[in-house]
């Protein structure tokens, strides 16, 4: 998806003659060749300020048009990039809630599963293990719809009506009166909820520079893994004090709560929307029925949608960058979601935990989550900011750096082998609770080395992307969980885990293969997107 950012040069509006004509400062320069649609090695790129003009103009016809609608300079208060750092947090702050509420009716009413189980006669542990992983498949499936879309009217109203619609379909969860309704409608919560989550990252690329891009990502970046480890804890106390339905009932009266602070006080940031805005606004002051964007492809509404509901699974596919991490990414996330549904039954039958205390155990994965967050968010940007103050070319394999990537690949396994074999040899519940904070840092490291990574490789196209890592991801987290159990029944405790350990191993030269060839396979690959 076209996460654009027009370039700094600017057109003033001539009102009297009613058309915008390009500043006399600064013109457009000709190309001699098509941009790559991948990151360019400098700042303005990074920034997320694409060099390409739409492919049916020239570039000396954008400088002789007379019609043409830009920012009003580079310093333009209008451009998203320049709001500021208030207004820039407030938007970041409110997405971040939304990606936070909308995980939570993942797994909160995991501790719940058994008497909901009893309650609609059902015995089977894959429909146990499916009623979990139903949700998440909704989170495979609604970034296909959701990205394009965002493109085609904007990320403010998918963010507005994605809330509304997830609380409308958590009253109907928690109003269920059998297992096919629940699933259904925990299908359509996930579908609604998979907004936040997909077009997150475009949003803060839209808003914020290349040197404080990882610390809000970060931020940002919590709502899908934190919330699901959080979760549980509330809902076991609160299935045992009241019933599974107030899990939902909870989550519905959450996500009411972001209606209206979101509706008063989120702001449109996807540039080619804004300048639409003001192209409309120019042709009503004006007259001048003429004037267009300098970012409108002239295509149709139609074929823009078409184009961009396939570019997610062109990425995914054609782009191996994307496809290699993308595939990353998916292991690491269903191996967390096989671990969150160990959780009740390894402590409830290895250590005689009951409802309320078992929820706790899904604390240790959030607070490694919450380091991971704090060591990466500063590492990163760090690292950006020593770049551009030696004046070097800011690449997006920074993100990749072996000094922060290879040690949170190398900690997965290490988390996984704590957990599996102290579970399996009974010791002090402590010491499993430490694996799943190691791993659960190291998992915040892993994915926000490569979500930061691509969404500089491909700043325009970050919704798309992260469409792409979205519905692999998703499907690893929905599915390797229904064959997890069955895993540790086979293996046990302490080779199941380490199975999953081995695995994760398998991909610790990833980031390190990417980060010294990455530049060459950007070069080389570059389909039409």
């Given at each position: 998806?076209?996460?654009?950012?027009?370039?700094?040069?600017?057109?003033?509006?001539?009102?009297?003659?009613?058309?915008?004509?390009?500043?006399?400062?600064?013109?457009?320069?000709?190309?001699?060749?098509?941009?790559?649609?991948?990151?360019?090695?400098?700042?303005?790129?990074?920034?997320?300020?694409?060099?390409?003009?739409?492919?049916?103009?020239?570039?000396?016809?954008?400088?002789?048009?007379?019609?043409?609608?830009?920012?009003?300079?580079?310093?333009?208060?209008?451009?998203?990039?320049?709001?500021?750092?208030?207004?820039?947090?407030?938007?970041?702050?409110?997405?971040?809630?939304?990606?936070?509420?909308?995980?939570?009716?993942?797994?909160?009413?995991?501790?719940?599963?058994?008497?909901?189980?009893?309650?609609?006669?059902?015995?089977?542990?894959?429909?146990?293990?499916?009623?979990?992983?139903?949700?998440?498949?909704?989170?495979?499936?609604?970034?296909?719809?959701?990205?394009?879309?965002?493109?085609?009217?904007?990320?403010?109203?998918?963010?507005i009506w994605g809330n509304i619609f997830f609380v409308l379909f958590s009253v109907g969860t928690a109003l269920s009166q059998n297992?096919?309704?629940?699933?259904?409608?925990?299908?359509?919560?996930?579908?609604?909820?998979?907004?936040?989550?997909?077009?997150?990252?475009?949003?803060?690329?839209?808003?914020?520079?290349?040197?404080?891009?990882?610390?809000?990502?970060?931020?940002?970046?919590?709502?899908?893994?934190?919330?699901?480890?959080?979760?549980?804890?509330?809902?076991?106390?609160?299935?045992?004090?009241?019933?599974?339905?107030?899990?939902?009932?909870?989550?519905?009266?959450?996500?009411?709560?972001?209606?209206?602070?979101?509706?008063?006080?989120?702001?449109?940031?996807?540039?080619?929307?804004?300048?639409?805005?003001?192209?409309?606004?120019?042709?009503?002051?004006?007259?001048?029925?003429?004037?267009?964007?300098?970012?409108?492809?002239?295509?149709?509404?139609?074929?823009?949608?078409?184009?961009?509901?396939?570019?997610?699974?062109?990425?995914?596919?054609?782009?191996?960058?994307?496809?290699?991490?993308?595939?990353?990414?998916?292991?690491?996330?269903?191996?967390?979601?096989?671990?969150?549904?160990?959780?009740?039954?390894?402590?409830?039958?290895?250590?005689?935990?009951?409802e309320g205390t078992v929820g706790l155990t899904f604390l240790p994965a959030g607070i490694g989550m919450m380091i991971g967050v704090?060591?990466?968010?500063?590492?990163?940007?760090?690292?950006?900011?020593?770049?551009?103050?030696?004046?070097?070319?800011?690449?997006?394999?920074?993100?990749?750096?072996?000094?922060?990537?290879?040690?949170?690949?190398?900690?997965?396994?290490?988390?996984?082998?704590?957990?599996?074999?102290?579970?399996?040899?009974?010791?002090?519940?402590?010491?499993?609770?430490?694996?799943?904070?190691?791993?659960?840092?190291?998992?915040?490291?892993?994915m926000m080395c490569i979500q930061n990574y691509l969404l500089d490789t491909f700043p325009r196209y970050a919704a798309s992307v992260?469409?792409?890592?979205?519905?692999?991801?998703?499907?690893?987290?929905?599915?390797?969980?229904?064959?997890?159990?069955?895993?540790?029944?086979?293996?046990?405790?302490?080779?199941?885990?380490?199975?999953?350990?081995?695995?994760?191993?398998?991909?610790?030269?990833?980031?390190?293969?990417?980060?010294?060839?990455?530049?060459?396979?950007?070069?080389?690959?570059?389909?039409?997107?």
């Amino acid at each position: 998806m076209a996460d654009e950012r027009p370039a700094t040069n600017s057109t003033d509006v001539d009102l009297e003659k009613g058309h915008s004509r390009p500043s006399s400062s600064q013109e457009l320069k000709p190309k001699t060749e098509p941009e790559s649609d991948s990151l360019h090695t400098n700042e303005k790129t990074l920034n997320n300020e694409p060099e390409q003009e739409p492919e049916h103009n020239t570039a000396s016809q954008l400088v002789d048009d007379p019609n043409l609608v830009d920012w009003d300079g580079p310093d333009d208060p209008e451009n998203p990039m320049n709001w500021p750092d208030r207004q820039k947090w407030l938007n970041i702050g409110l997405i971040s809630l939304l990606t936070f509420v909308t995980p939570l009716g993942s797994s909160m009413f995991a501790p719940g599963i058994p008497a909901i189980m009893v309650q609609f006669g059902e015995t089977s542990s894959i429909t146990a293990t499916f009623v979990v992983s139903v949700y998440i498949l909704g989170f495979a499936f609604g970034p296909l719809i959701v990205a394009p879309v965002s493109e085609m009217w904007g990320r403010r109203p998918l963010y507005i009506w994605g809330n509304i619609f997830f609380v409308l379909f958590s009253v109907g969860t928690a109003l269920s009166q059998n297992m096919d309704m629940m699933m259904a409608f925990r299908f359509l919560m996930g579908v609604a909820g998979s907004v936040p989550i997909t077009i997150g990252s475009g949003s803060i690329a839209d808003i914020m520079p290349v040197e404080m891009r990882g610390r809000a990502m970060s931020a940002w970046a919590l709502g899908p893994l934190l919330g699901p480890c959080i979760g549980p804890v509330a809902g076991g106390y609160l299935i045992r004090e009241t019933s599974w339905r107030w899990v939902y009932w909870l989550v519905c009266i959450v996500g009411g709560i972001c209606i209206p602070p979101s509706f008063l006080y989120m702001k449109e940031t996807y540039a080619p929307i804004l300048i639409e805005r003001k192209v409309l606004k120019l042709r009503k002051e004006t007259g001048n029925n003429n004037l267009h964007s300098k970012l409108d492809s002239g295509q149709s509404v139609a074929d823009k949608f078409k184009i961009a509901i396939v570019r997610p699974v062109k990425l995914l596919f054609l782009v191996p960058i994307v496809t290699s991490m993308a595939l990353y990414v998916a292991i690491v996330y269903g191996i967390l979601y096989l671990l969150i549904t160990t959780f009740s039954f390894v402590y409830r039958d290895q250590y005689g935990f009951d409802e309320g205390t078992v929820g706790l155990t899904f604390l240790p994965a959030g607070i490694g989550m919450m380091i991971g967050v704090v060591v990466f968010g500063a590492l990163s940007d760090m690292l950006v900011k020593r770049r551009m103050a030696a004046g070097g070319d800011l690449v997006p394999e920074i993100r990749l750096t072996p000094a922060v990537a290879l040690p949170c690949a190398t900690v997965l396994p290490v988390g996984l082998f704590i957990y599996g074999w102290t579970t399996e040899k009974q010791v002090h519940f402590i010491v499993p609770m430490l694996g799943v904070v190691i791993f659960s840092a190291g998992l915040m490291g892993v994915m926000m080395c490569i979500q930061n990574y691509l969404l500089d490789t491909f700043p325009r196209y970050a919704a798309s992307v992260t469409a792409a890592l979205a519905v692999l991801r998703s499907l690893a987290g929905a599915l390797l969980p229904l064959a997890g159990l069955e895993m540790y029944n086979a293996l046990g405790l302490g080779w199941g885990n380490s199975l999953l350990g081995f695995l994760s191993a398998a991909m610790i030269p990833l980031p390190l293969l990417f980060y010294l060839y990455g530049a060459r396979l950007r070069a080389k690959s570059n389909p039409q997107l």
